[in-house]
């Protein structure tokens, strides 16, 4: 087992209970515990040893069960795991499930993946394939969802859905403070990329065609360095429906309306360009389709609570030292 997998996540949601309880002192204590088949403590592949309690230890409702990587090839431990594999499977529709790596071939076992999107670490993807031919492996993916299961391709992938996890429970301030203090930086707003990212082949048709629609015209826009110009109400028509019934489909497939997503996705682009590209905050504001530098400023600060320059030189302190 990969240690990481498991105390990463934990120490990010540790920090956001500390940090939510500093504002609220009343705050519901944050349960942690360990599982294995026979109860007995389990050992990394590094050595360190984690104590668990077993399997038929009762959940608390609406559970976040983290599934760690499986160092090597996990065939061989997974085959070992039938009481696991029952268990999973008994869970799975009562609570939230986050498999990492190679650990998504523990709830693929199951059966619960059948027919449903999921993705895995690199390396293991052509056996993956032919171990579970029912599951729709998502090569080009780091994060899928279906429902409450969520499968994530690497440590760095569990990271920003641990964020997302995070802003579930203690709000998107708390969610970006986390994501500040472990990696110097943050993306975009979790609930609209997280939903998005995890689950882009939504299933919702309409809001898919949307989406898709919307993501040509920036990107058009992008590439002739021109003003996006964006007609809600026109690709409301063009698909047939209201501006309001438009807006309810965005709402319940990505909890954002159409321009919220247009926005997010130019904040997107601005935190790129902030990054990688020497652009002033003026240019880097027009690139991502703002008109006003003032504004593109006051927004990036109001969503990301830090200013368009000090997050350029927070990022960019941490690529180059």
Known sequence: MLATSVTLPLEMLRAA????????????????????????????????????????????????????????????????????????????????????????????????????????????????????????????????????????????????????????RFGLRIAQAVERNFFHEIRQPLTQAGLNIINPATTNELVALATATLDEQLLNAIQNQCQPALNINALASSLSVSVRSLNRHFKTALNVSPLQYVQNKRMGIAKDLLKTSNLSIADVANHAGFQDPQHFSRLFKKLYHIPPKQYRETVRSKLFT
């Not at 609220?24 to 007995?40: M, N, T, V």
């Not at 360190?48 to 160092?71: K, R």
């Not at 993916?141 to 440590?155: D, K, V």
Request: glycine residues 4%.
């Open 17 to 168: 209970w500390e940090m939510a309880k500093v504002k609220s002192p009343k705050q519901a204590p944050l349960a942690i515990s360990f599982r294995s088949e026979q109860g007995l403590p389990v050992e990394t592949h590094t050595g360190l040893t984690l104590p668990a309690t077993a399997l038929d230890e009762p959940l608390a409702a609406g559970s976040l069960v983290f599934l760690p990587a499986l160092w090597r090839n996990p065939v061989n431990i997974i085959e070992q795991q039938a009481k696991t594999s029952a268990w999973l499977k008994d869970i799975a529709p009562h609570h939230t499930i986050a498999a990492v790596g190679t650990g998504v071939c523990l709830l693929a076992e199951t059966g619960v993946l059948d027919h449903k999107p999921a993705t895995t670490h690199w390396h293991f993807f052509n056996a993956f394939a032919r171990r579970y031919p029912n599951v729709q492996l998502k090569r080009d993916l780091f994060i899928t969802r279906h429902e409450r299961i969520f499968c994530t391709a690497s440590i760095n992938a569990l990271a920003e859905l641990t964020a997302f996890f995070i802003q579930e």
